[in-house]
């Protein structure tokens, strides 16, 4: 896993998991469905290592979009319990933070968000290309760009 800081989104688990819960919320699933179908896709009980991510994410989403389920919530303090114990104190400054936002965050969530996110509409637009198409744009006199359309 990737992180770059001690908040809670900044780490490539917990940002994934807010991005495709957005991508799910804005295609009008109910917010149980969605965390069924992220509990699913990331397998939280047979990932250890990322278990405090994976529900700190799930959590994340239902809080931003109003509607954290008490299911959530009881397995998120498992989860950063099950953090803390296992977490090396290597860097006792950054642990210290963590830890700080992750209580903060736990704390944020038990009250419901002012001003949840609404959904926003999907719009399906054609594509130029096909699958197989080639595109090329040049850059300079000397680069080019390549991509090709696989979907």
Do not use: H
Request: glycine letters at 8%; aromatic letters at 10%.
């Amino acid at each position: 896993m990737g992180a770059w800081g001690t908040g809670i989104l900044q780490n490539d688990t917990t940002a994934d998991i807010w991005v495709e819960f957005k991508e799910l919320y804005n295609t009008g699933l109910s917010q149980k469905d969605i965390r069924l179908q992220l509990e699913k896709g990331y397998n939280p009980q047979s990932d250890l290592e990322y278990y405090a991510e994976i529900w700190t994410g799930i959590a994340y989403g239902q809080w931003m979009c109003g509607g954290l389920e008490d299911y959530t919530f009881k397995k998120l303090s498992d989860a950063t319990k099950l953090k803390c114990q296992t977490l090396l104190a290597d860097d006792k400054k950054l642990l210290e933070k963590r830890l700080n936002a992750i209580s903060n965050f736990i704390e944020k969530v038990q009250t419901p968000r002012p001003n949840p996110l609404k959904r926003k509409q999907i719009v399906v637009r054609q594509s130029f290309f096909k699958k197989g198409d080639i595109i090329g744009i040049r850059i300079s006199s000397t680069q080019c760009i390549a991509a090709i359309v696989t979907d």
